[in-house]
């Protein structure tokens, strides 16, 4: 059973950062795409990065320059750094774990960003 559990978020103020983390089990992290996501309250899940096995790394304009995935394969883990956070950046924040296929999601860290 693959699982991902989510942690870091919290109240931020603008300009200020967070850092994600994404603890997998049940799954090789070196052999899956993870990808994170965010749904800001009464709004859609929109993708915020992914990070291939090969260590490739996208990253949606919205948040290029500020945002970064960092993959630590050997703890199977995959961190979220987020610098200069703004009020448009409040979301729930989801990683997902593409194996064999079959994505699985983690439940959801929240972050808040005051100004």
């Known amino acids: 059973q693959v699982q991902l559990v989510e942690s870091g978020g919290g109240l931020v103020q603008a300009g200020g950062s967070l850092k994600l983390s994404c603890t997998v089990s049940?799954?090789?992290?070196?052999?899956?795409?993870v990808a994170w996501y965010r749904q800001p309250l009464a709004s859609g899940r929109e993708l915020v990065g992914t990070?291939?096995?090969?260590?490739?790394?996208v990253l949606q304009p919205a948040v290029q320059g500020r945002f970064t995935i960092i993959r630590n394969n050997g703890e199977n883990k995959v961190f979220l750094e987020m610098n200069d956070l703004q009020p448009e950046d409040t979301a729930a924040y989801y990683c997902?774990?593409?194996?064999?296929?079959?994505?699985?999601w983690g439940q959801g860290t929240q972050v808040t960003v005051s100004s």
């Open positions: 997902t774990a593409t194996v064999n296929s079959r994505s699985y």
């Open positions: 049940g799954a090789t992290l070196s052999t899956a795409t």
């Open positions: 990070t291939s096995n090969d260590g490739l790394e």
